[in-house]
């Protein structure tokens, strides 16, 4: 994705990672790393998702993404159980740095204390943090 | 209250690469451009066509005088007395106990002038072993040369031609260096390289830079960074200082006996006759990872040993990687296990070099 962008219907954290709370089910919600993330990191070359039934925890890594120089550890945004995962970045690691906000999603959780999202940052907070 | 680190310093092409809108990253006390598309494409231009690399972090020796190669021949593990007038050598520089504290490329300019190039991590630190050595030799002379001397490496297999069209006379043959003109200025043409494909490495003065480097990237040769070169230089299991070299082991267990010559007496020379003689403990291999996974520096390997650099390889897309191992384990054709951040990993061992472009 050449154009830094940072959907306004997500909430982002310090770490570069953005929660997208699910519509239907607010204990639901997917997550992933920000354009910025995939910017600083460079092609992403591996990816080999966590398992299914895995707990994270807000503000701690609950996986890597790997480029050519570099391992790199993503941060929860918030807590839960992991559901879901992207099995089509295994084979596809550069979709993360091409779709990170839509076919480059990571997990998706079952949040277990949905008020944590009170904690994370709309867009342009977030853009505000950011270098110039 | 806390006092501002020292600013990074800037080679001569600092401005090309902002402009190329390179991505600079902390490299030795360096600001250093890390990549520029991307470092898989630099990677394969330099593979296919040719890459251009500022490597003007990296310092310069001087050696001068009547006993320069004395001089030389007690600092640097190869036998300096076979560098012809515009040859060039690889060697390293080691410690009395045979620990390695560098791995230098010398030229040989003169009958009695000789220029030495230093890793950029390492260059303060071998002017002054140089300086210390040099105590013994009154009638040799050490100069630092850094600050005089801007450097570009041009490779690939189109980097030959793309320097000769700009150049006033033939190149130097491969391991071989010469004053030449190029779009005009003179230049210290060597044709050495560190990335396994064809090439040269010019030096000119930090002035001349700016306009070398954007004659070159205009006859197509592409700019590439850091990144790049660190995974070509792996593919061709060229050694990196700080990952395959350090003073915990000698050249032996890296494989570099080739380049020591221990009856010119140089500083270690006893310790890497005695390693020789009884056989190191460790060797270093190259390995691929078997499926899925990459191994990085410092992961262990099951049974003894340590990687020491591992990315994905570009050209073969899988995980490779350096790594010593017991002696006994070190065939090729070893499977091995590597702990990679808790992850068991399945590698073998393979023959050296990963990828070989140059006959």
Redesign the interface.
Request: hydrophobic share 30%; proline share 3%; charged share 40%.
């Given at each position: 994705m050449a154009q830094a962008s940072y959907p306004d219907d997500l909430l982002y954290h310090a770490e570069h990672d953005w929660a997208r709370i699910d519509p239907d089910d607010e204990s639901q919600a997917t997550l992933g790393i920000t354009w910025y993330a995939q910017d600083s990191l460079?092609?992403v070359?591996?990816f080999?998702p966590p398992a299914s039934g895995t707990t994270v925890t807000k503000d701690s890594p609950y996986t890597?993404v790997?480029?050519?120089?570099a391992?790199s550890d993503v941060i929860a945004p918030l807590s839960g159980e992991i559901v879901a995962v992207n099995e089509a970045l295994?084979d596809n690691p550069a979709t993360i740095n091409e779709d990170p906000y839509g076919e480059g999603w990571l997990v998706k959780v079952r949040l277990s204390d949905p008020s944590e999202r009170e904690s994370l940052m709309d867009a342009r907070t977030y853009q505000g943090t950011l270098d110039g | 209250m806390t006092s501002a680190p020292p600013a990074l310093r800037r080679t001569p092409l600092f401005a090309e690469h902002v402009e190329a809108g390179a991505?600079l990253v902390e490299f030795a006390g360096w600001e250093m451009p890390?990549?520029y598309d991307?470092?898989?494409e630099e990677h394969m231009a330099v593979r296919e066509a040719a890459g251009i690399f500022d490597v003007s972090h990296m310092g310069e020796i001087e050696t001068s005088g009547p006993q320069a190669l004395e001089l030389l021949q007690r600092l640097l593990s190869n036998d300096i007395s076979k560098i012809a007038p515009g040859g060039a050598q690889y060697s390293v520089l080691c410690r009395e106990d045979g620990g390695v504290l560098d791995d230098l490329f010398t030229y040989r300019l003169e009958v009695d002038r000789y220029l030495t190039v230093t890793n950029a991590a390492n260059h303060l630190a071998d002017f002054a072993w140089f300086e210390s050595v040099a105590a013994d030799f009154p009638d040799a002379h050490v100069s630092d040369r850094i600050d005089e001397w801007a450097m570009m490496a041009v490779q690939g297999p189109l980097a030959r031609e793309m320097v000769q069209a700009g150049a006033d006379g033939p190149l130097p043959e491969r391991m071989s260096t010469g004053l030449r003109r190029i779009s005009g200025e003179e230049v210290l043409v060597c044709a050495t390289g560190y990335t396994g494909e064809e090439g040269v490495e010019l030096l000119c003065s930090p002035e001349h830079a700016p306009r070398l480097w954007s004659a070159l990237v205009r006859r197509g040769a592409r700019p590439a960074g850091l990144?790049a070169r660190?995974?070509l230089r792996l593919e061709a299991c060229f050694h990196l200082y700080g990952n395959e070299l350090s003073t915990e082991r000698g050249p032996i267990e890296a494989g570099l006996g080739w380049c020591c010559k221990e009856d010119t007496g140089f500083i270690g020379a006893e310790a890497v006759r005695a390693a020789r003689e009884s056989g190191p403990t460790e060797k270093l291999v190259a390995f691929e990872i078997e499926g899925?996974?990459?191994a990085?520096q410092g992961n262990a390997v099951a049974g003894g040993g340590e990687v020491t650099s591992g990315?994905?390889s570009?050209c073969l897309e899988r995980g490779i990687g350096m790594a010593y191992v017991p002696a006994e384990r070190s065939a090729v054709g070893t499977q091995l296990e590597i702990d990679v951040?808790g992850?068991t990993r399945e590698a073998r061992i393979v023959e050296k070099p990963f990828v070989q472009k140059r006959a």
């Open positions: 460079g092609e070359v591996f080999d890597e790997e480029s050519v120089k391992v295994r | 991505k890390v990549q991307g470092v898989r990144g660190d995974t899925a996974g990459i990085r990315t994905l570009p951040r992850r």
